[in-house]
């Protein structure tokens, strides 16, 4: 595998984050709400997916076609970037701190609804 940042390695994905018909960035702006060092793991796990995909557990987690889960370890506890792939970018759609074992269903619903705009687009 391909270390995250290898001295002239090539990203195998572009990662992107999804935007809304408003313009806004959910997964961005859930980022800023976080602190430096919460930003700087999430960033590094991200990037560690971005070159070495595909990749399994126990940094990314299927959860439903086509919707992965990048599972984080931040100050608060648990956090989960859902994000899907279409052709060779990844797309970050929803960010959020876990509080429970099982994925939350609001959580999933919300990455559906903004993977299902994508493809509206």
């Known amino acids: 595998m391909i270390s995250a940042g290898a001295e002239g390695a090539e990203p ?4 992107v984050s999804y935007r809304s018909q ?7 702006e859930w980022l800023l709400s976080l602190d430096r060092a919460d930003r700087r793991t999430i960033g590094q796990d991200v990037k560690t997916a ?4 595909p990749l399994g557990m126990p940094l990314i ?5 086509p ?3 990048v599972r984080l ?3 608060g506890g648990t956090a ?4 899907t792939v279409d ?33 509206e687009e």
Do not use: S
């Not at 195998?12 to 990662?15: M, Y």
């Not at 971005?50 to 995909?53: D, F, L, V």
């Open 67 to 69: 919707l992965w889960g």
């Open 22 to 28: 408003a313009g806004n960035e959910p997964v961005r």
């Open 87 to 119: 052709g060779g970018v990844m797309v970050l759609l929803h960010g959020f701190v876990k509080k429970t074992q099982k994925m939350p269903a609001a959580d999933l619903k919300t990455a559906q609804q903004r993977r299902a705009r994508l493809c």
């Open 73 to 75: 370890h931040i100050t």
């Open 12 to 15: 195998i994905l572009k990662v």
């Open 50 to 53: 971005q070159y070495g995909w």
């Open 80 to 83: 989960r970037v859902v994000f």
């Open 61 to 65: 987690r299927r959860l439903e076609p």
